[in-house]
């Protein structure tokens, strides 16, 4: 588990910048400042080097059916985006708070949708049995590091958004889908482990 402790922390080290959903289509950013609503995700990586990721409920308003790390906005009770982070993976995924060995911070992520996502970097330890929250989250599942940490898994694809095209980053494995903003998070990640 060190092992992989420590590489996770030197990864983190090594990562870029802020990452954006408009990093593959600039000019769909426009000009001057966002309002950006907060948001906490958790980087969950198991001790068995997995990482933990949801399939969010088709009957969610926003983001319908998409693979997504547990996680979403700041609340006024959170002090800040890893406390969001942690309270929404035990809502979601029934992940203990304490089970966590929070490494950090990655670097921001802004999304088309509006909000300023902040990734937390977490080892779960201990062999800890998640239960997805019906409401919203259809399932989890995880994935290994290895397959994640590889660049060559990741691809960029196009659809048509909003009277135009939109380019993302995908990354998938077996039946499930990951695009968009947790893909380009997982891609900077990747980076870092390289």
Same mark, same amino acid.
């Given at each position: 588990?060190?092992? %992989?402790?420590?590489? %996770?922390?030197?990864?983190?080290?090594?990562?870029?910048?802020?990452? #954006?959903?408009?990093?593959?289509?600039?000019?769909?950013?426009?000009?001057?400042?966002? #309002?950006?609503?907060?948001?906490?995700?958790? &980087?969950?990586?198991?001790?068995?080097?997995?990482?933990?990721?949801?399939?969010?409920?088709?009957?969610?308003?926003?983001?319908?059916?998409?693979?997504?790390? $547990?996680?979403?906005?700041?609340? $006024? !009770?959170?002090?800040?985006?890893?406390?969001?982070?942690?309270?929404?993976? +035990?809502?979601?995924?029934?992940?203990?708070?304490?089970?966590?060995?929070? /490494? =950090?911070?990655?670097? =921001?992520?802004?999304?088309?949708?509006?909000? !300023?996502?902040?990734?937390?970097?977490?080892? &779960?330890?201990?062999?800890?049995?998640?239960?997805?929250?019906?409401?919203?989250?259809?399932?989890?599942?995880?994935?290994?590091?290895?397959? /994640?940490?590889?660049?060559?898994?990741? !691809?960029?694809?196009?659809? $048509? +958004?909003? =009277?135009?095209?939109?380019?993302? *980053?995908?990354?998938?494995?077996?039946?499930? *889908?990951?695009?968009?903003?947790?893909?380009?998070?997982? !891609?900077?990640?990747?980076?870092?482990?390289?």
């Amino acid at each position: 588990m060190s092992d %992989l402790r420590d590489r %996770l922390v030197r990864a983190r080290a090594r990562m870029a910048g802020r990452t #954006s959903d408009f990093d593959l289509n600039a000019a769909a950013a426009g000009s001057g400042p966002r #309002s950006l609503r907060g948001a906490g995700v958790l &980087v969950g990586v198991r001790e068995t080097g997995r990482v933990i990721l949801t399939k969010r409920s088709s009957a969610l308003s926003q983001h319908p059916g998409q693979i997504a790390f $547990p996680g979403g906005k700041i609340e $006024p !009770r959170d002090t800040d985006a890893t406390a969001a982070a942690l309270r929404e993976a +035990w809502e979601e995924t029934a992940l203990p708070p304490g089970a966590v060995d929070v /490494l =950090g911070e990655l670097p =921001g992520h802004e999304t088309v949708t509006g909000f !300023r996502m902040v990734p937390v970097l977490g080892l &779960v330890r201990g062999d800890v049995d998640l239960r997805p929250e019906a409401g919203e989250v259809a399932e989890i599942f995880e994935v290994p590091l290895a397959h /994640l940490a590889d660049p060559s898994r990741y !691809r960029v694809e196009a659809r $048509p +958004w909003r =009277g135009t095209v939109r380019r993302y *980053y995908v990354v998938p494995w077996g039946p499930y *889908y990951i695009w968009g903003a947790t893909a380009r998070i997982l !891609r900077a990640l990747a980076e870092g482990l390289a």
